[in-house]
């Protein structure tokens, strides 16, 4: 039987967008669109930060790495979604979908631990300015990045290697329009206790201990800036955050989203909100939070701009 149901699911059939026909090809120009925006502009930031040497500095650098985190993520939805919107064959093969749930958990996780790095630099920045440049040395930064990275890879290993060992029940039809592992484990016929446990214990590790190391992280910023005396201190140390501060809530508003609207709602187009929101809309704000919020960012993208007018002429 094990067999059986192994050799049935050789691919799986994505629904997608609860789309109407007519307006197919307005809804893939702006998801087109949309997702050019992603990748052009997290690809533009990243430009910036290794053109220009002001931008080389902690802070930067973590934010290079999330650059090129949110684009790949990006990267791993949108364009299968873009082509099941001009074709009549939905279908995924059980290859593809496993290596795209992997990617898919690789990036969210990288997302997490990455924004929690930039948690602990605003923290040293604010708290500890006196000791800025001896802490947040090169050194630590690229531990910080090499462990996200490292994490990330055993989370989404351990999950896709116990997602592979299950058998699946002759329905293949997932609501979404992309391999989510909610959806998955779903269709699978076999035992899944295993995997729900280890899916708990490594979403507890991976999404919610950075969270709270965020609250602290701000906890302490918070009270740093209440013993600020001058408005002026006040003003700078938010300005300081204020981005990062967007990204958090635009990440895990986002995350918490598609963790409990399954849970509390039966609604597929809820769902399908939250997972468009997630995937397509937080990583393409993330460029112009930053590149609005920083003037840094804005000055060298301005002398970028300048500099390109200058050899076009």
């Given at each position: 039987m094990r067999t059986e149901n192994q050799s049935k699911m050789s691919e799986f059939l994505l629904l997608g967008l609860p789309i109407q026909p007519e307006q197919q090809g307005m809804s893939y120009a702006l998801f087109l669109g949309m997702y050019l925006n992603t990748v052009l502009g997290n690809l533009l930031i990243?430009?910036?930060?290794?053109?220009?040497?002001?931008?080389?500095?902690?802070?930067?650098?973590?934010?290079?790495?999330?650059?090129?985190?949110?684009?790949?993520?990006?990267?791993?939805?949108?364009?299968?979604?873009?082509?099941?919107?001009?074709?009549?064959?939905?279908?995924?093969?059980?290859?593809?979908?496993?290596?795209?749930?992997?990617?898919?958990?690789?990036?969210?996780?990288?997302?997490?631990?990455?924004?929690?790095?930039?948690a602990y630099d605003r923290y040293v920045a604010i708290c500890h300015p006196l000791h800025y440049t001896t802490i947040m040395r090169e050194e630590l930064c690229t531990l910080l990045v090499a462990v996200s990275w490292i994490l990330s890879c055993a989370s989404s290993?351990?999950?896709?290697?116990?997602?592979?060992?299950?058998?699946?029940?002759?329905?293949?039809?997932?609501?979404?329009?992309?391999?989510?592992?909610?959806?998955?484990?779903?269709?699978?016929?076999?035992?899944?206790f295993?995997?729900?446990s280890v899916t708990f214990t490594v979403g507890v590790a991976v999404i919610t201990l950075p969270f709270v190391c965020i609250l602290v992280s701000y906890g302490y910023i918070g009270a740093t800036i209440?013993?600020?005396?001058?408005?002026?201190?006040?003003?700078?140390?938010?300005?300081?955050c204020g981005s990062h501060l967007s990204a958090v809530c635009l990440y895990y508003g986002a995350t918490f989203g598609q963790c409990l609207f399954p849970t509390?709602?039966?609604?597929?187009?809820?769902?399908?909100?939250?997972?468009?929101?997630?995937?397509?809309?937080?990583?393409?704000?993330?460029?112009?939070?930053?590149?609005?919020?920083?003037?840094?960012?804005?000055?060298?993208?301005?002398k970028l701009f300048s500099r390109a007018t200058f050899f076009s002429q």
């Amino acid at each position: 039987m094990r067999t059986e149901n192994q050799s049935k699911m050789s691919e799986f059939l994505l629904l997608g967008l609860p789309i109407q026909p007519e307006q197919q090809g307005m809804s893939y120009a702006l998801f087109l669109g949309m997702y050019l925006n992603t990748v052009l502009g997290n690809l533009l930031i990243l430009l910036l930060i290794r053109l220009d040497s002001r931008l080389h500095t902690p802070m930067y650098f973590f934010l290079s790495h999330l650059t090129l985190t949110d684009s790949s993520f990006s990267s791993v939805t949108v364009p299968k979604m873009l082509v099941n919107m001009q074709t009549s064959h939905k279908s995924i093969p059980f290859a593809e979908c496993i290596s795209q749930m992997y990617f898919f958990i690789f990036f969210t996780d990288l997302d997490s631990f990455l924004i929690t790095s930039m948690a602990y630099d605003r923290y040293v920045a604010i708290c500890h300015p006196l000791h800025y440049t001896t802490i947040m040395r090169e050194e630590l930064c690229t531990l910080l990045v090499a462990v996200s990275w490292i994490l990330s890879c055993a989370s989404s290993l351990s999950h896709t290697l116990l997602l592979s060992r299950l058998s699946f029940c002759a329905a293949n039809t997932t609501p979404q329009f992309f391999c989510g592992l909610a959806a998955l484990l779903k269709l699978a016929c076999s035992d899944i206790f295993l995997k729900e446990s280890v899916t708990f214990t490594v979403g507890v590790a991976v999404i919610t201990l950075p969270f709270v190391c965020i609250l602290v992280s701000y906890g302490y910023i918070g009270a740093t800036i209440l013993r600020v005396p001058s408005t002026k201190g006040v003003r700078k140390a938010l300005s300081t955050c204020g981005s990062h501060l967007s990204a958090v809530c635009l990440y895990y508003g986002a995350t918490f989203g598609q963790c409990l609207f399954p849970t509390f709602s039966s609604s597929l187009d809820k769902d399908t909100i939250v997972a468009i929101m997630y995937t397509v809309v937080t990583p393409m704000l993330n460029p112009f939070i930053y590149s609005l919020r920083y003037r840094d960012v804005k000055a060298a993208l301005g002398k970028l701009f300048s500099r390109a007018t200058f050899f076009s002429q």
